[in-house]
């Protein structure tokens, strides 16, 4: 069965970076792209790029451009979401989410979520 | 930037009809999906490409799109189907962008 199991909480100082980890299970992880979304307490879902994990290739969310870097190791069937500069606002559960369709070369849809790590960025 | 705008709540009594719109631009041209979020938990894709459920997806959910709107129905709806709806889509500026709605809490009571 699909899982996406994400590294624990973190707690960072404003200004920092955070890297969190998606490691994937039961499926072919080159053959799904990967998407990132966070939401901050009380707030929507926010969209925060994808990785296609086959062949690198990334897109990024306007708001997080520069700031935000999603990578992967197909060795390990891991993607990563980097966030610098990080500020108060940016604390938020971030999900990693599988697309729903395999081999497509843009973004389209999530099916499978990990369980959500929380990050707080406080002084 | 492209937004996708939901009403932010809904009510309904139990058996009765719930239907959630998402407005957007660009909906005429690229697909709507749609999550279900209830209270600490991951989203769950309850509707894909308009109108298709994914398996394990009870029938009374169902999805449709016309124009710049598109419409989440929960047709006869349960006590356990209050969450946060939120739409979902991509841009059409040719960046393929994905954007979320503004979300939707539905009460069942």
């Known amino acids: 069965q699909v899982q996406l199991v994400q590294s624990g909480a973190e707690v960072k100082k404003p200004g920092a970076s955070v890297k969190v980890s998606c490691k994937a299970s039961?499926?072919?992880?080159?053959?799904?792209?990967m998407h990132w979304v966070r939401q901050a307490p009380g707030q929507r879902l926010e969209w925060m790029g994808w990785?296609?994990?086959?062949?690198?290739?990334?897109k990024y969310s306007q708001k997080f451009q520069g700031r935000v870097t999603i990578t992967r190791d197909t060795s390990a069937s891991t993607a990563y979401m980097e966030l610098s500069s990080l500020r108060s606002e940016d604390t938020a559960v971030y999900y990693c989410?599988?697309?729903?369709?395999?081999?497509?070369?843009?973004?389209?849809?999530?099916?499978?979520w990990g369980q959500g790590t929380l990050v707080t960025v406080s002084s | 930037s492209y937004e996708l705008t939901q009403p932010p709540s809904v009510s309904v009594s139990p058996g009765q009809t719930a239907r959630i719109t998402c407005s957007g631009d660009?909906?005429?041209?690229?697909?709507a999906y749609w999550y279900q979020q209830k209270s600490g938990q991951a989203p769950v894709l309850v509707i894909y490409?308009?109108?298709k459920r994914p398996s394990g997806i009870p029938e009374r959910f169902s999805g449709s799109s016309s124009g710049t709107m598109a419409t989440l129905t929960i047709s006869g709806a349960q006590v356990e189907d209050e969450a946060d709806y939120y739409c979902?889509?991509?841009?059409?500026?040719?960046?393929?962008?994905?954007?979320f709605g503004t979300g939707t809490k539905v009460t069942v009571l």
């Open positions: 979902y889509s991509t841009d059409s500026s040719g960046n393929h962008r994905g954007v």
């Open positions: 990785i296609n994990a086959g062949n690198g290739n990334t």
């Open positions: 989410a599988r697309e729903l369709v395999a081999i497509v070369v843009v973004p389209a849809a999530m099916d499978y």
């Open positions: 660009a909906l005429p041209k690229k697909y």
């Open positions: 039961g499926y072919t992880f080159t053959s799904y792209a």
């Open positions: 490409e308009d109108s």
